[in-house]
């Protein structure tokens, strides 16, 4: 139920991002594949692009720039404007961690993390919303973390701007409905990516310790519910923050 949407996901070279940005083209969204320069297995953005366009038999679009900088999304909403003329969903999936104790975190840090894990998703709202109102409606969703809900000692910058997420979903439901355009966002446990590709063997037996379903998760369990938000099943579902945890957050 996205076919033909022109769906923004951001941060989709890899992991969460890219698995959303799969299932939507496989769905019969056109997708458009946000990602700051990097961070990919060698092959370019345009290339990740045009495959899944392919391999899909739909249109991709793939953006270059970095969230947190104002300028270089602009371009991208420009691009997509272009390309497409309209925005019907909105994936706020981009985000970075920035673990460090109380006390040594530096300053770069802070402001680096609030850049592109909040300040960035909120820049995002306003400028697709301001597209999705011309079109009658959209949906957005902002993928949080498990974290922003419960705290983690280490992640006090991560938390914040995690929890930042979950009052900006809230509070744009409430504003946006009246336009048609529903706000919810995911919030994940312990999902196998890169992002968490640095834990060690005890901390890693530490966190699946505390799931109840006894694994971590998949990008691609974390898109499907992303999907479903995303998708007109979920039509009367606004202003929600849906766990995908195993049963983490219990
Ligand atoms: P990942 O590190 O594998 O992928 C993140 C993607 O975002 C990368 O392609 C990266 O290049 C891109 N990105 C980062 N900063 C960017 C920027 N400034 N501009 C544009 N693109 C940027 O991470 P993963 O695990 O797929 O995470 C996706 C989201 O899920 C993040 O917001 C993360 O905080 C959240 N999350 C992940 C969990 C996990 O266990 N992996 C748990 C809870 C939340």
Redesign the pocket.
């Not at 720039?65 to 900088?69: E, F, L, T, Y």
């Not at 706020?92 to 961690?97: D, F």
């Not at 993928?143 to 974290?147: G, R």
């Given at each position: 139920m996205v076919a033909g949407k022109v769906a923004l996901v951001?941060?989709?070279?890899?992991?969460?991002?890219?698995?959303t940005a799969r299932l939507l083209a496989a769905a019969g969204a056109r997708v458009v594949l946000?990602?700051?320069a990097?961070?990919?297995d060698g092959s370019s953005l345009d290339e990740l692009a045009g495959d899944l366009a392919a391999s899909h038999a739909t249109e991709c679009l793939a953006v270059t720039?970095?969230?947190?900088?104002p300028s270089q999304l602009s371009d991208g909403y420009r691009a997509i404007l272009k390309r497409f003329g309209r925005l019907d969903i909105l994936v706020?999936?981009?985000?970075?961690?920035g673990d460090a104790r109380l006390g040594m975190i530096p300053d770069a840090m802070i402001r680096q993390v609030i850049?592109?894990?909040l300040i960035?998703v909120i820049a995002n709202i306003q400028a697709a919303s301001r597209l999705m109102r011309r079109s009658g409606g959209g949906a957005i969703v902002s993928?949080?973390?498990?974290?922003g809900l419960r705290g983690n000692p280490g992640q006090v910058v991560?938390a914040a701007s995690?929890a930042g997420i979950v009052g900006a979903t809230l509070s744009a439901a409430k504003e946006l409905a009246a336009d048609g355009i529903r706000v919810n966002a995911v919030?994940?446990?312990?999902?196998?990516?890169?992002?968490?590709g640095h834990l060690g063997p005890e901390v890693t037996a530490e966190r699946l310790d505390g799931i109840p379903l006894g694994r971590?998760?998949s990008?691609e369990e974390?898109a499907e519910a992303i999907v479903f938000l995303a998708s007109e099943r979920a039509r009367y579902i606004t202003g929600q923050v849906l766990g995908v945890d195993g049963g983490m957050v219990l």
């Open positions: 951001t941060g989709a070279r890899r992991g969460i991002g890219l698995a946000l990602n700051r990097g961070d990919g720039a970095d969230v947190a900088d706020n999936n981009a985000g970075i961690l850049d592109t894990n960035a993928v949080t973390s498990i974290v991560y995690k919030a994940p446990g312990f999902i196998e990516t890169d992002m968490i971590a998760g990008a974390v």
